[in-house]
């Protein structure tokens, strides 16, 4: 049986060369972070690891004390003088990467934010199942944080008496409220939900745009979710009868309000699963009609996306986009979106004659997307150079596309 601890005691387990999991997104554990921040001594000599993204999780491990260090697969902006310092590792890789590296690299003590054991003596993963199962096997130390707030969801288990601690918590979880989308936001929804067709199986990324995407989709049917993360707009499709019957959504995270997590215990059309399932490339070449909808920082005139960089600044990571892009690429009548408001701020166009150098490309020119702004859509698959260029000029913001075919103009003539 797990010994059971206080968060103080379960921090005091950690020693200088210690390489320590902690969980990021919705499941990281505002009680562990607290207890980090109150008695940072503990973190020095410490690396820590965990899947943080920006706009969702705030705290920098690595900035606990000028010896701790973290690995991480976003650079959020709370995290920039860590980077800056050098004691914050970037990995840039796609979540199958991640979950791969995790997988195979054991850490030392392994946090795990879980429900309350059920009657089988299982305790669930709560709303975020992405990484913690390939963490789950090759932790050398386990430490369940039992917090009587994470919900009992369809989603894997890990035994209780495998635990080494546990420590007791009434916590509040990781909540996000999304931004209300603005009349830019709600064009560009629209000329996505035109992409969808009934009966389509879905993904739909972070932000303002992707939120306004579900919220013009409540007149489809039959539409399925396969995806890396839903969040509050999606129970509002189920409201609508927009959903298929049965288990219609897949997922890894859930992101919302606790009282939308508590929702979905509930909801048996609802599960959640690990990356291999949600991102796997096999999984998702074999879902018929697939459909991803991601948004980027910028897109080319070669039709090359970044999706993490703005000019030479790191503001984020891979992610799941390009496992989620390729995977609809290779489904039998899928695509791949990515939805981008034409212009940044109202004052620089998104759309670029090309990225400055050394801009990280998330998606190659050779993937084929399909690129919407609030002024249309451009199916860049099966296009030449000039035809993607072309297509891409006709949805740019106006002020900007004359200025755009001079460039491109000037770039073909020295290629």
Request: charged share 20%; net charge neutral; glycine share 10%.
């Amino acid at each position: 049986m797990p010994q059971a601890i206080s968060i103080t005691e379960a921090i005091a387990l950690l020693k200088p060369g210690l390489h320590v999991y902690v969980p990021g997104c919705s499941a990281e554990s505002a009680a562990l972070a607290a207890a980090l921040k109150s008695d940072p001594e503990r973190a020095s000599g410490v690396s820590f690891v965990g899947v943080w993204v920006p706009g969702i999780n705030r705290f920098d491990y690595a900035g606990l004390h000028p010896k701790a260090r973290s690995t991480a697969f976003f650079v959020p902006p709370e995290c920039h003088d860590s980077f800056a310092a050098g004691r914050l590792d970037f990995y840039p890789m796609s979540y199958t990467g991640i979950y791969g590296l995790l997988a195979a690299r054991p850490c030392d003590i392994g946090f795990f934010h879980l429900a309350k054991p059920d009657p089988s003596g299982r305790c669930s993963l709560g709303v975020a199942a992405d990484f913690a199962p390939g963490v789950w096997r090759t932790a050398k130390v386990k430490i369940g944080l039992i917090n009587s707030r994470v919900p009992c969801t369809h989603s894997p288990g890990v035994p209780y008496e495998a635990l080494d601690y546990i420590v007791e918590l009434d916590s509040p979880l990781v909540e996000y409220s999304f931004s209300q989308p603005d009349p830019v936001s709600r064009r560009l929804a629209s000329e996505v939900a035109r992409q969808i067709e009934d009966g389509d199986v879905l993904q739909i990324g972070l932000g303002a745009v992707p939120s306004a995407v579900l919220a013009a989709l409540k007149d489809h049917r039959n539409l399925r979710f396969h995806s890396g993360l839903i969040s509050e707009a999606v129970g509002e499709l189920i409201d609508s009868g927009a959903l298929a019957a049965g288990d219609s959504i897949k997922t890894g995270v859930a992101l919302g309000s606790e009282s939308f997590y508590q929702r979905i215990t509930s909801e048996h059309s609802v599960s959640f699963h690990p990356v291999p399932i949600t991102h796997g490339f096999e999984q998702l070449s074999r879902l018929a009609n697939f459909v991803s909808i991601n948004s980027a920082v910028s897109i080319d005139l070669f039709g090359q996306i970044s999706a993490e960089m703005i000019g030479n600044r790191q503001v984020s990571g891979t992610g799941g986009s390009t496992d989620f892009i390729r995977g609809a690429i290779a489904s039998p009548g899928g695509r791949a979106i990515i939805a981008l408001p034409s212009m940044a701020k109202g004052i620089t166009s998104r759309i670029v004659v090309a990225h400055p150098e050394g801009t990280a490309i998330t998606s190659p020119r050779s993937d084929g997307v399909i690129l919407v702004t609030e002024h249309g859509t451009a199916d860049l698959r099966d296009l030449s150079i000039d035809a993607k260029a072309e297509a891409l000029i006709a949805i740019a913001g106006p002020k900007f596309r004359a200025r755009l075919a001079d460039q491109w103009r000037e770039v073909r003539r020295s290629m």
